[in-house]
Each structure stands twice: as C-alpha cells, then as structure tokens.
C-alpha cells in the first residue's frame, strides 16, 4: 500500500506540472503580444513627443525673416547691467513720457517683440515715399531700441513719444541736404529732441558728397534756435585713422555731441577726437567752455541692441553713445517740462552746462579732454543737478 501511494502521489504531481506548464504556455503569447503593443505605443508616444518639441523650437527660433534667437546672450544681458550701473541710470522712476524725440536714422522695424509697448507717434521716409515704417539697413532700429525697447532689452526712456525720420538708404548713405529736410520735418513736428546717430555708425556712410543746398549744420543750428536740443555722434574714426576733429554736425556750437566709452568707463579708441585749439584750414575758431568737442561720452563698445532681424546684437560705436544721451536728456525734459516751452537756444545752453557739472572725469582729469570730453554721462547726477 505504501508503494502504490507513493507511485499514485509521484504520478498526481506529474500532472499538475503538466498543466501548469500548459496554462503558462497559454498565457505567455497574449502576454507577449500586449508587450510589443506597449512598446510600439510608447515608440509612438516619443515620436509625436519629439516632433511637437521640433515644432515649438522651430516656431521660437525661426522667424518670417530667418533664424532668430529667442532672448539675448548672456553676455548681452551682462553689457546691459555693466552699462546701466556705468551710468548710473537705475536710480529714477522717469521714463520720458509726453517728451517727443525725433531719430533721424534708417528707418524702423517696428515687428521686433521689445518694441511691442512704445509709442510711435509720426514716421516719415524721405528715401522711398513708404507711408509705413521699415528699416533696409538695421541702424536705425538698433538705436531706436536703446531708447524706447521695452522687453529683454530696456530702453533709457521708453515712454517718450518717438517720431522717425528715414534719411539714410539701404547701404548707410544720404545726402546732408536730405538730412537736413528730415531735420526740419523734426522741428515742424514739434520734437523737443532730435537725435542724431550720424556719422557714428561702423561701415556706414554718413553723406555723399558733392550735394548742394541746405546742409544738417545749418538745419541743426535752426533747430537749437527754435529751443530744440540736438544730440550727434562724435564719429568712429578715432585712433590712428582720426581725421583730427568730430563729424558734422556735431562740431556745431551748442550741438551735443557724444563720443564713446568702455565697459570699464575708458574712452573707446574708435571714437573720433575733437580739435578744439581752432586751425586755419579749415577755418575753426577755438571752443570754449561748455561748448568743447566732445560733450561728454556714454557707452560705445559691445553695446547690446535689438536688431531688425528680430533678435538681438553687440554692436560698437558712437551712434549708441548718443542715443544713451539723448535718453537721459529725455528723462531731464520729463523731469523740467519748462524747458520744452520756450523756442530759444536757452535750452541747449542749460542742458549743456547741466551735462557738464554732473558727468564724471577720468581719473585724474581737469578740464576738458579732446578724447573723453568733461566726463562719461551719470543720469541721476544730471537729474539731480538740474533739481539743485
């Protein structure tokens, strides 16, 4: 009996592996086939995962007009910081409003996201006839952009009311007569403020010579007359290419005119020296005091700006020192609108010895410097002087 259990036992439990082996069997192809189901899914999952991921890169990164980044560098976002702690431009709640800044430039891009906010009041194009604003050359909505940008990049007035006259061409040029017609559109449109960023862009061509008529010196002087402060590059011949004095028209007398400085608040070596001894040829009768060439100087060197490829750039030269000025005489008229009521060059005067009291001298500096003029711009020195 015993052995017959133990055989019955053995033979009971051969069976019941049997069809567990069986069951196992059965399960493990459905088994099977759910897993590659699920893998297939999750392969789909990743690849409609990646393509809307491309998708929305794309649409960031590619604008209508080519590649675009979709924020500045960091090392633009730095210059920024460096620049507005340089001139000391944090410090005040102004922003320009109800002052009318004229640029007299290339145009204006108007599409770019920093410049969704500002307000552009008039726009005239005395290249091309065009009733709506553009820029084919890009200069002009750099410098628009550290006036009046308003989003990655921050504009030093962004609230003023920004008028915009197209003088230059595609390639840079135009004629002084035409400028000087942009000039006088700025003082018929009651601008408090005509900046000038001519003469002081890298690679481009101020004017083309041999015109006749009226020129920008004389339009600039009429426009100070009329009670109009003008702002001008100094230029960007400096160095062993300088031609001895700033460009025109920021030679003329009560004329602000702007050269460039560093990030570490040293002159920039591409910024134009000014003669202020006088010559004979030509004929330049010696400056005085607070009328030396140049002013003062502001940021000229990597200079962050919005560009009218929709993106952002570092850009050199005297053309971004004046607009930085032109911004900060912008918040003063804010801060003082009497100045903006009378049409005489009263004004010029005081902004001019304002300017001169308040920037600060290099190291060691006395006087006038042909390089550095009375100091590198400080916005709430000016403010407060002006309040003093």
Same mark, same amino acid.
Not at 38 to 64: D, H, K, P, T
């Given at each position: 009996? $015993?052995?017959?259990?133990?055989?019955?036992?053995?033979?009971?439990?051969?069976?019941?592996?049997?069809?567990?082996?069986?069951?196992?069997?059965?399960?493990?192809?459905?088994?099977?086939?759910?897993?590659?189901?699920?893998?297939?899914?999750?392969?789909? *999952?990743?690849?409609?995962?990646?393509?809307?991921?491309?998708?929305?890169?794309?649409?960031?990164?590619? *604008?209508?007009?080519?590649?675009?980044?979709?924020?500045?560098?960091?090392?633009?976002?730095?210059?920024?910081?460096?620049?507005?702690?340089?001139?000391?431009?944090?410090?005040?709640?102004? $922003?320009?409003?109800?002052?009318? /800044?004229?640029?007299?430039?290339? *145009?204006?891009?108007?599409?770019?996201?920093?410049?969704?906010?500002?307000?552009?009041?008039?726009?005239?194009?005395?290249?091309?006839?065009?009733?709506?604003?553009?820029?084919?050359?890009?200069?002009?909505?750099?410098?628009?952009?550290?006036?009046?940008?308003?989003?990655?990049?921050?504009?030093?007035?962004?609230?003023?009311?920004?008028?915009?006259?197209?003088?230059?061409?595609?390639?840079?040029?135009?004629?002084?007569?035409? /400028?000087?017609?942009?000039?006088?559109?700025?003082?018929?449109?009651?601008?408090?403020?005509?900046? +000038?960023?001519?003469?002081?862009?890298?690679?481009?061509?101020?004017?083309?010579?041999?015109?006749?008529?009226?020129?920008?010196?004389?339009?600039?002087?009429?426009?100070?007359?009329?009670?109009?402060?003008?702002?001008?590059?100094?230029?960007?011949?400096?160095?062993?290419?300088?031609?001895?004095?700033?460009?025109?028209?920021?030679?003329?007398?009560?004329?602000?005119?702007?050269?460039?400085?560093?990030?570490?608040?040293?002159?920039?070596?591409?910024?134009?020296?000014?003669?202020?001894?006088?010559?004979?040829?030509?004929?330049?009768?010696?400056?005085?005091?607070?009328?030396?060439?140049?002013?003062?100087?502001?940021?000229?060197?990597?200079?962050?700006?919005?560009?009218?490829?929709?993106?952002?750039?570092?850009?050199?030269?005297?053309?971004?020192?004046?607009?930085?000025?032109?911004?900060?005489?912008?918040?003063?008229?804010?801060?003082?609108?009497?100045?903006?009521?009378?049409?005489?060059?009263? $004004?010029?005067?005081?902004?001019?010895?304002?300017?001169?009291?308040?920037?600060?001298?290099?190291?060691?500096?006395?006087?006038?410097?042909?390089?550095?003029?009375? *100091?590198?711009?400080?916005?709430?020195? +000016?403010?407060?002087?002006? $309040?003093?």
């Amino acid at each position: 009996m $015993n052995g017959e259990e133990k055989e019955i036992q053995i033979h009971t439990l051969s069976e019941e592996s049997t069809s567990a082996l069986l069951l196992t069997e059965q399960f493990s192809e459905p088994l099977e086939e759910n897993l590659v189901i699920v893998q297939r899914s999750l392969a789909f *999952g990743v690849a409609i995962l990646i393509l809307c991921s491309m998708f929305y890169i794309g649409f960031i990164v590619f *604008g209508e007009d080519g590649f675009v980044t979709y924020r500045p560098s960091e090392v633009a976002i730095e210059s920024q910081e460096i620049y507005f702690d340089l001139i000391d431009s944090s410090g005040t709640e102004l $922003n320009g409003n109800n002052v009318r /800044v004229c640029i007299v430039d290339s *145009g204006l891009m108007t599409e770019h996201n920093d410049l969704e906010s500002f307000n552009l009041v008039l726009w005239k194009d005395f290249i091309n006839g065009e009733s709506k604003p553009y820029d084919d050359n890009g200069h002009g909505t750099s410098m628009a952009g550290i006036l009046v940008a308003d989003g990655w990049m921050k504009g030093i007035a962004p609230g003023v009311d920004l008028l915009v006259a197209k003088a230059l061409a595609k390639n840079g040029s135009g004629s002084d007569t035409l /400028v000087a017609e942009a000039i006088d559109w700025c003082v018929t449109n009651d601008a408090d403020i005509i900046s +000038l960023s001519l003469g002081g862009a890298p690679d481009l061509i101020p004017f083309d010579l041999g015109m006749n008529g009226r020129g920008s010196d004389e339009a600039t002087n009429d426009a100070v007359d009329q009670g109009v402060i003008v702002v001008a590059a100094a230029g960007n011949d400096g160095g062993v290419n300088d031609d001895g004095d700033v460009s025109n028209p920021c030679g003329e007398r009560l004329v602000i005119c702007v050269g460039g400085a560093t990030q570490s608040g040293q002159h920039w070596l591409g910024s134009s020296i000014g003669d202020n001894d006088g010559n004979l040829i030509p004929l330049l009768f010696p400056r005085s005091d607070p009328n030396k060439k140049p002013e003062l100087v502001a940021p000229g060197e990597k200079v962050p700006v919005i560009n009218y490829e929709g993106s952002w750039s570092l850009v050199d030269g005297t053309s971004a020192a004046t607009v930085y000025v032109t911004g900060a005489i912008a918040l003063l008229l804010q801060q003082h609108p009497e100045l903006t009521d009378a049409a005489s060059s009263s $004004n010029s005067e005081q902004v001019k010895e304002w300017l001169r009291q308040s920037v600060l001298p290099q190291d060691g500096q006395s006087g006038h410097d042909d390089n550095y003029g009375y *100091g590198l711009l400080q916005i709430q020195a +000016l403010l407060d002087t002006a $309040n003093a």
